[in-house]
């Protein structure tokens, strides 16, 4: 079964240096139909306007992930981590026993634009742990790229979760495939472009809630990124 959430339709704050849709309920936004799917809590679509960002502040047993879009993303935190994540680059954060950090865009004159997500873990009062992999644009060319997982791999950062990310670029004839295990849940996040799913043509911003599913065939893609999870029900 799948259900399709329009763009539109999200959560949207305007706090002037930041502008951020929300999938999810978060912080002043709340839907009680949309709380989460399965161990997935958090999808933020931020822009962060140029000489700002989110000032240091504490996460504690979370798997956090940065996506970044355009512009660059400036990390600090209390494990020592400083850090510059460009486009292409996957970080994750394993917030574990308690960890501080801040984020910032020291770009002049340019907007950063990420996708903030944050995965339930299936491990508590971990060590804090941070990790960051460029993905390469030709890894994820017709193709879902494996970009996080419990164990990691070349491409995929390691997360103490039982879920997997995958990431793609279509455009044109390029399609690609995904089996699922009907007992799980996914979701389909389309980060901008058009593409369609299972038949459900989706635009920039739509996602697809995904359960009873075996398989997920993504085809007819214009200018199309895409992000796929594989969650825990």
Known sequence: MLTLRKSQDRGYAD???????????????????HVGWG???????????????????????MEII??????????????GNVKAIPPGDVQRMSAGTGVRHSEFNHAEGKQT????????PNQLNVEPSYEQKTIPAMKKRGALCLVASPTGDAN?????????????????????GLDLNPARKAYVHLIRGELTVNGQRLHS????RIEHEQHLHLSQGIDAEVLVFDLAA
Request: aromatic share 14%.
């Open 39 to 61: 161990n997935l809590l958090v999808i933020n679509e931020d822009r962060i306007a140029a000489g700002t960002g989110f000032g240091t502040h504490g996460h504690r047993d």
């Open 205 to 208: 911003g739509d996602a697809l």
């Open 15 to 33: 706090h002037g240096w930041l502008k951020s849709f929300h999938s999810f309920s978060f912080a002043n936004y709340y839907d009680p139909e």
């Open 113 to 120: 634009h990420f996708l903030q997500i944050w995965i339930r």
């Open 66 to 79: 940065s996506y970044v879009l355009s512009g660059e993303l400036a990390h600090k935190d209390s494990m």
């Open 156 to 176: 995929a950062v390691a997360m103490h979760a039982d879920a997997a990310l995958y990431a793609g670029l279509f455009d044109g004839v390029e399609q690609a």
